[in-house]
T-cell receptor, first 116, second 117 residues
Framework: KAGVTQTPRYLIKTRGQQVTLSCSPI?????VSWYQQTPGQGLQFLFE???????NKGNFPGRFSGRQFSNSRSEMNVSTLELGDSALYLC???????????????FGSGTRLTVV | AQKVTQAQTEISVVEKEDVTLDCVYETRDTTYYLFWYKQPPSGELVFLIR??????QNEISGRYSWNFQKSTSSFNFTITASQVVDSAVYFC??????????????FGTGTKLQVIP
């Protein structure tokens, strides 16, 4: 079956702009999590959605937001981009949050965002 | 609060050498899960293994083996007879149930393994 699909793969934006990243989970998976990966901070949890509701949130400023649609596809948005937002953004899906925590998540290949 | 420490930032080994990646964790829960993921250059994290806190049996899968010791809060990963294809960043992760019924997953900072031919 198809894996987790993230689009676009690469993105270059200018400081101050906003960006929207997309994630399509594995069919049947309703839990979608987002992570930011940077060389200095490693993998940091952004938020998790389940059935269109944000269930869990990491310690990121309000410029980072997300949503999930009825088909479980998720988008994350970053407004007023800063240079420090340059990172690999990874999406992960699981049937449920509990299953993801118990059995592991399936990750997408990520969107590499560069802010200039 | 949960925490995962991977003290080794980068390791280089020559092909066919054995290598152990260390992982130390902190948690106040008695029920938790530990994971190892591999991140090749393509970017996606690939699930390798899962262990629950009640199962301290070591596990071997081909050239991979895992040593879980609750007494030292460690979950180390050994690759035997390393190969160039093992070159990747390896992440250790800890999952514990948080309030609300959903799991909170914390990742270590990763260990970059380079296997030199």
């Amino acid at each position: 079956k198809a894996g987790v699909t993230q689009t676009p793969r690469y993105l270059i934006k200018t400081r101050g702009q906003q960006v929207t990243l997309s994630c399509s989970p594995i069919s049947g998976h309703r839990s979608v999590s987002w992570y930011q990966q940077t060389p200095g901070q490693g993998l940091q949890f952004l938020f998790e959605y389940f059935s269109e509701t944000q269930r869990n949130k990491g310690n990121f400023p309000g410029r980072f937001s997300g949503r999930q649609f009825s088909n479980s596809r998720s988008e994350m948005n970053v407004s007023t981009l800063e240079l420090g937002d340059s990172a690999l953004y990874l999406c992960a899906s699981a049937a449920t949050s509990l299953q993801g925590g118990d059995y592991g998540y399936t990750f997408g290949s990520g969107t590499r965002l560069t802010v200039v | 609060a949960q925490k995962v420490t991977q003290a080794q930032t980068e390791i280089s080994v020559v092909e066919k050498e054995d290598v152990t990646l260390d992982c130390v964790y902190e948690t106040r829960d008695t029920t938790y899960y530990l994971f190892w993921y591999k991140q090749p250059p393509s970017g996606e994290l690939v699930f390798l293994i899962r262990r629950n806190s009640f199962d301290e049996q070591n596990e071997i899968s081909g050239r991979y083996s895992w040593n879980f010791q609750k007494s030292t809060s460690s979950f180390n990963f050994t690759i035997t007879a390393s190969q160039v294809v093992d070159s990747a960043v390896y992440f250790c992760a800890l999952s514990e149930a948080s309030r609300g019924g959903y799991q909170k997953v914390t990742f270590g900072t990763g260990t970059k393994l380079q296997v030199i031919p």
